[in-house]
């Protein structure tokens, strides 16, 4: 009797195993995957503290750690492409990869292109300066040498200071070490980027007083893939009620980036 009883415990387990791995799977399709089951993200590689590599090559950091498991709450499987921030866009556009995980400003130009997970982190633009600079304030780097993200917000930000010349990078990394050197003098990024590089990396910059702006960044989909954002948000809303979100940032950086006021995801 205990034995026949087992069994059938078996059996229904299997059952329900089964279900589930199929449902699974037919979700899986509705999220119109390039690799059903497996989620293609692009970023640019390196960009502290978002996104760093370990000496075995293993991916950490504000991005990398969030969106992870936001991927495993989904039930994904998550793959990285590395790509050029100039190409994230492009490659998007011809399916190369599902979604960009990288730290994109979330600006009313790419929602008209692009359909966004809700905000998920909240921080600014700020004028970074070699730390020995006599520079104070934003008037005084007019005429200046000015080093930008190519094709991004900073770039549109640094023209209000008025440099001189303005260098433009592929990887804002290369901007921080050309600072550092003073081979330019001031760069336009991200506030917490900017504190990271001062604080851990111990790089010789400061940030001058006040913000350019204030940005909430978050992750790029085609706007077909509506299923797959949603599922997404669920998944980030369930990390921050249940505090795994903040364990994770202030982990990282010291407190919890969350935006107050989500900007939501532009799904009809």
């Given at each position: 009797?205990?034995?026949w009883?087992?069994?059938?415990?078996?059996?229904?387990?299997?059952?329900?195993?089964?279900?589930?791995?199929?449902?699974?799977?037919?979700?899986?399709?509705?999220?119109?995957?390039?690799?059903?089951?497996?989620?293609?993200?692009?970023?640019?590689?390196?960009?502290?503290?978002?996104?760093?590599?370990?000496?075995?090559?293993?991916?950490?950091?504000?991005?990398?750690?969030?969106?992870?498991?936001?991927?495993?709450?989904?039930?994904?499987?998550?793959?990285?492409?590395?790509?050029?921030?100039?190409?994230?866009?492009?490659?998007?556009?011809?399916?190369?990869?599902?979604?960009?995980?990288?730290t994109?400003?979330?600006?009313k130009?790419?929602?008209?292109?692009v359909?966004?997970?809700d905000?998920?982190?909240?921080?600014?633009?700020?004028?970074?300066?070699?730390?020995?600079?006599?520079?104070?304030?934003?008037?005084?780097?007019?005429?200046?040498?000015?080093?930008?993200?190519?094709?991004?917000?900073?770039?549109?930000?640094?023209?209000?200071?008025?440099?001189?010349?303005?260098?433009?990078?592929?990887?804002?990394?290369?901007?921080?070490?050309?600072?550092?050197?003073n081979?330019?003098?001031?760069?336009?990024?991200?506030?917490?980027?900017?504190?990271?590089?001062?604080?851990?990396?111990?790089?010789?910059?400061?940030?001058?007083?006040?913000?350019?702006?204030?940005?909430?960044k978050?992750?790029?989909a085609?706007?077909?893939?509506?299923?797959?954002v949603k599922?997404?948000?669920?998944?980030?809303?369930?990390?921050?009620?249940?505090?795994?979100?903040?364990?994770?940032?202030?982990?990282?950086?010291?407190?919890?980036?969350?935006?107050?006021?989500?900007?939501?995801?532009q799904?009809?």
């Amino acid at each position: 009797m205990t034995l026949w009883r087992t069994i059938r415990r078996v059996a229904a387990a299997s059952v329900v195993v089964m279900g589930l791995q199929a449902a699974s799977t037919a979700q899986a399709q509705d999220y119109k995957l390039i690799e059903p089951g497996t989620i293609t993200c692009a970023f640019t590689g390196s960009f502290a503290p978002f996104s760093m590599q370990t000496p075995d090559g293993k991916w950490y950091g504000l991005t990398n750690e969030v969106f992870r498991e936001m991927v495993k709450r989904v039930g994904l499987e998550l793959k990285y492409v590395i790509t050029k921030w100039d190409s994230l866009l492009v490659g998007l556009m011809a399916d190369q990869y599902d979604i960009l995980c990288d730290t994109m400003d979330i600006t009313k130009e790419r929602q008209a292109r692009v359909l966004f997970v809700d905000g998920w982190i909240e921080s600014g633009g700020r004028l970074v300066v070699h730390k020995d600079s006599s520079i104070t304030s934003f008037e005084q780097f007019k005429g200046k040498t000015m080093g930008v993200l190519v094709s991004s917000t900073w770039a549109e930000l640094a023209k209000e200071l008025q440099p001189g010349e303005t260098k433009y990078y592929q990887a804002e990394s290369d901007a921080m070490r050309d600072l550092a050197d003073n081979k330019i003098d001031g760069m336009v990024t991200d506030s917490i980027a900017a504190a990271w590089a001062a604080e851990h990396a111990k790089m010789p910059l400061r940030t001058v007083d006040g913000y350019l702006s204030r940005i909430q960044k978050g992750w790029a989909a085609k706007k077909d893939r509506v299923e797959l954002v949603k599922a997404l948000n669920k998944a980030l809303s369930d990390m921050i009620a249940d505090g795994t979100y903040a364990s994770m940032t202030t982990a990282l950086i010291g407190y919890s980036p969350a935006p107050a006021e989500p900007i939501r995801s532009q799904i009809n």
